[in-house]
């Protein structure tokens, strides 16, 4: 369930000048809605943080920025509104999901239910201006994200990581090291870090990465990251998720 509660609770868990300079964007943001449009609405900037609390966390995939054509963008990394067409690399998502589980492809794209079972669903920017990809890439929101994502390297749960593609990956492996954590060597395209946080890493599920592996990467298509990530989650005594909860 969504819950303001569930921000301050980060909020609280996070340095206090990230916490400030957060609150900072959200009333520049706001004061620049006056003559542009800025997704996702207001409301909605933070909701990556509010239906996931720290203690929740089982996972995070993170997106780069929001979707920016209108209806689309809902806070929630890969997430559309039900009934809103689906974009392309959500499409790949679960198109690999139903390959990797044996399940049908769904429907909606809103991904809220993952979230709702601590799927962090997370952005490394948190708006855009309409029409515009990365238009506010240098508004200043990855220090609230980069610092998100190292609080999660520091929670005491099992979590998985989804490094799909490089700008994910170079930004947990920084969020990794900044928490003082150690990887132990890759073993079938797993980085393990202090036994309960683990990296699955792969080529993004965009059209035009999805299906070839680069970089030292795999494809997305093909890499099995659910069952993957159920399996690590089990083998160190946490809950399966339920990926195939959706519409």
């Not at 400030?20 to 004061?31: I, P, R, S, T």
């Not at 689309?72 to 997430?79: D, H, I, P, T, Y």
């Not at 990797?100 to 962090?120: E, F, N, R």
């Amino acid at each position: 369930m969504k819950s303001k509660q569930n921000i301050d609770t980060w909020f609280a868990v996070l340095p206090s000048d990230v916490a400030q300079k957060a609150n900072e964007l959200l009333a520049q943001v706001n004061d620049m809605r006056a003559d542009q449009a800025i997704y996702p609405p207001q409301d909605d900037i933070l909701n990556a943080l509010a239906y996931t609390a720290p203690d929740d966390v089982r996972a995070v995939i993170l997106g780069q920025d929001p979707y920016h054509g209108p209806g689309q963008a809902m806070g929630l990394s890969f997430s559309v509104p039900a009934g809103e067409k689906l974009p392309p690399s959500l499409r790949n998502i679960y198109k690999e999901m139903a390959a990797d589980l044996g399940c049908d492809m769904p429907v909606s794209g809103d991904l809220t239910p993952w979230a709702s079972q601590g799927v962090l669903l997370l952005n490394t920017t948190l708006t855009v201006r309409e029409h515009a990809a990365n238009s506010h890439a240098k508004l200043g929101w990855q220090l609230l994200t980069s610092h998100v994502v190292e609080q999660c390297f520091r929670q005491p749960q099992p979590i998985v990581f989804f490094a799909w593609g490089r700008h994910a990956q170079q930004l947990i492996e920084k969020a990794a090291a900044a928490a003082g954590m150690t990887a132990a060597p890759s073993v079938d395209g797993c980085v393990t870090y202090a036994s309960s946080k683990f990296v699955l890493a792969s080529t993004h599920p965009s059209p035009l990465s999805a299906s070839r592996a680069a970089g030292g990467m795999p494809a997305f298509l093909g890499s099995r990251p659910f069952s993957k990530a159920n399996a690590l989650l089990r083998g160190s005594g946490a809950a399966p998720i339920d990926w195939d909860c959706l519409a």
